[in-house]
């Protein structure tokens, strides 16, 4: 008997081990950057990220530990690149602002010490670097087409600004957000936006917190992002993601374009343009016909197929997918053949590959092969 309770007793823990660590191991539900995609600052304002601002001696630790200011400008810089929108949520307190009768913690910390006080909000007078302002270096960049500055939100959340309306219009759906404080405005505007049915993503050290004996904000803020957002980007990832996916668009928008190219020159029977789409080393493998191997192969089997045929097609890209300096590209073409032997015209339908190299840095065939789809 006490053999089988210690079994059962085994064997339970093993389950509620397992169990843990499933728990434990949070799911990365990851974050596709596409053209639905904005950027979202919130705060970028001197009460914040100034060595002058009123909450700089509880924020500027977190602020420079996470290199905050500079990966803010990042942010801006990256947007302005990659044709990103981005959309600003400031925080502004108006003289009326002041007159409130019930306020939280902080609300009644940030009103007594006058944190993002404007004096009206019909006017700008004195506005001009002072907290409430933006900070400077960030200016040329929010002057820019590319972003919106939306009114102000007054506690911590966009629930009373129109923020959401704002990325609504503009069709998006996905946001990447940043900014001050993160256990306050950042957070409260993640929860907010899930809510309103956007898919958010943070960039956790382009965000801070206030940092106070016996509180922690910035990991608070931290742990939070984790559990909430699909995914927590570094700036340095951001970037490097950004920029993959700008070289990836600008390899098939060439790709495309050489595919074009090698259309025209089945059309035209341009065996020197159909040759010069190739690799050095290319190979073409035709359907019922020897593999050519290198240029000069290459050249004296377009020189046979011209020969013999004229071709009138349309190329359709299905795929094209691209690793480093490799790429792939599945298409059909569809259109028709002359006959020059007997001057019949007959239907031509074929499905290709194509792998092509980056060679002195520009997409080339290097192995091409089709059949006949009937």
Request: proline letters at 3%.
């Amino acid at each position: 008997m006490k053999t089988k309770i210690l079994k059962l007793v085994l064997a339970l823990l093993i389950v509620i081990g397992s169990n843990s660590n499933v728990i434990a191991q949070l799911p990365e539900p990851g974050f596709e950057i596409d053209g639905t995609t904005a950027i979202v600052i919130t705060d970028p304002q001197n009460d914040f990220l100034s060595p002058n601002g009123v909450t700089w001696e509880v924020v500027g630790e977190s602020v420079t530990k996470n290199n905050t200011i500079e990966n803010l400008e990042t942010l801006f810089k990256l947007a302005e690149v990659n044709g990103i929108k981005v959309f600003i949520s400031p925080h502004y307190y108006y003289k009326h602002d002041h007159g409130w009768k019930f306020e939280g913690a902080l609300e009644t910390l940030m009103h007594k010490i006058n944190m993002f006080d404007r004096g009206d909000q019909l006017s700008v007078e004195g506005f001009e670097g002072s907290g409430a302002d933006f900070l400077d270096r960030y200016k040329k960049y929010i002057e820019k087409d590319f972003v919106t500055v939306v009114g102000p939100h007054k506690v911590y959340g966009p629930e009373q600004n129109d923020l959401s309306l704002q990325l609504r219009k503009q069709k998006i759906d996905k946001v990447i957000l940043a900014g001050m404080s993160g256990n306050l405005c950042v957070e409260s505007h993640l929860r907010e936006l899930l809510e309103d049915g956007f898919e958010v993503s943070v960039v956790g050290d382009a965000t801070a917190s206030a940092i106070i004996p016996g509180y922690d904000g910035n990991a608070a803020a931290q742990t939070n992002f984790r559990f909430i957002a699909s995914h927590v980007y570094t700036t340095q990832e951001l970037q490097e993601v950004l920029n993959n996916n700008k070289m990836e668009k600008e390899g098939k928008e060439q790709i495309e374009k050489l595919l074009m190219v090698y259309k025209e020159s089945l059309n035209t029977s341009d065996v020197s343009k159909a040759v010069n789409s190739y690799t050095k080393d290319g190979v073409f493998m035709p359907s019922g016909a020897p593999t050519a191997n290198g240029k000069e192969a290459i050249k004296g089997a377009y020189e046979y197929v011209f020969s013999q045929i004229q071709l009138n097609i349309e190329f359709f890209i299905e795929e094209v997918v691209i690793d480093n300096d490799i790429a792939f590209a599945i298409t059909t073409s569809k259109g028709t053949t002359l006959i020059h032997a007997t001057g019949d015209t007959v239907p031509e339908e074929n499905r290709e590959l194509f792998v092509f190299e980056r060679e002195n840095n520009e997409w080339k065939i290097a192995r091409y092969m089709f059949n006949k789809m009937k």
